[in-house]
């Protein structure tokens, strides 16, 4: 998991409820991401992130938002309007500098009640 | 957009056969490939990578290949053994703008026979 960490490992949230996940990254890296995966599918990509204080829509992103505060920080706000929020959701993040390799967390599985 | 198929879905192993999971990418952009190893519950772990100037890569009992003219690359695991049971994820990755892409497969889940 290398210097990616995320909290937490497991959430349970009602419906109508907003959720924040966290993510934390030691690594120095610029770019951050966050994904989502469903069982028998790849990850699909919710919002990224390229510097501090910026960060794009990715393939998924109703009903989620974050931000990027601080380089090291990218939380993702699972929002009442995600209409079926139970999933394993992923953050990554990737060097600078030619570097396309992206690093992944340990992940957290949020679960709608 | 890219598009990446992942083939099989679950495979099945002896310990000490050899595995070979493979995808195609539509776009012939994609320049960089890499395989990922993600244990139940946990993150994807990246095992080995390629980029798109080279045709083959190995690494100890992993090994990828890459056929640009085709769209398609492959991982061959050698030697299976009980600890290499997980999901592998390939993906193609396209430096657009200075932003990447990273398109997944949908995953093939390994398993290894003792």
């Known amino acids: 998991d290398g210097g990616i960490t995320q909290s937490p490992k497991y959430l349970f949230r009602k419906e109508g409820q907003n959720v924040t996940l966290s993510c934390e990254q030691n690594?120095?890296?610029?770019?951050m991401y966050w994904y989502r995966q469903d069982p028998g599918q790849g990850l699909r990509l919710i919002y990224y992130?390229?510097?501090?204080?910026?960060?794009q829509k990715g393939d998924i992103a109703e009903g989620y938002s974050v931000s990027r505060e601080k380089k090291e920080s990218f939380p993702l706000t699972v929002t009442s309007a995600q209409k079926n929020p139970t999933a394993f959701y992923l953050c990554?993040?990737?060097?600078?500098?030619?570097?396309?390799?992206?690093?992944f967390g340990p992940g957290t599985r949020l679960t709608v009640l | 957009g890219e598009n990446v198929e992942q083939h099989p879905s679950t495979l099945s192993v002896q310990e000490g056969d050899s595995a070979v999971i493979k995808c195609t990418y539509s776009?012939?952009?994609?320049?960089?490939f890499p395989w990922y190893k993600q244990e139940l519950g946990k993150g994807p772990q990246l095992i080995i990578d390629i980029r798109s100037n080279v045709g083959e890569k190995k690494d100890q009992r992993i090994a990828v290949t890459l056929n640009k003219t085709a769209k398609h690359f492959s991982l061959h695991i050698t030697e299976t053994q009980p600890e290499d049971s997980a999901v592998y994820f390939c993906?193609?990755?396209?430096?657009?703008?200075?932003?990447?892409?990273?398109?997944f497969g949908t995953g093939t889940k390994l398993q290894v026979i003792p």
């Open positions: 990554a993040s990737k060097g600078s500098g030619g570097v396309d390799t992206q690093y």
């Open positions: 690594l120095n890296h610029d770019a």
């Open positions: 992130s390229q510097i501090v204080n910026d960060f």
């Open positions: 776009d012939s952009a994609s320049n960089y």
């Open positions: 993906a193609a990755s396209i430096n657009s703008g200075g932003y990447q892409k990273v398109t």
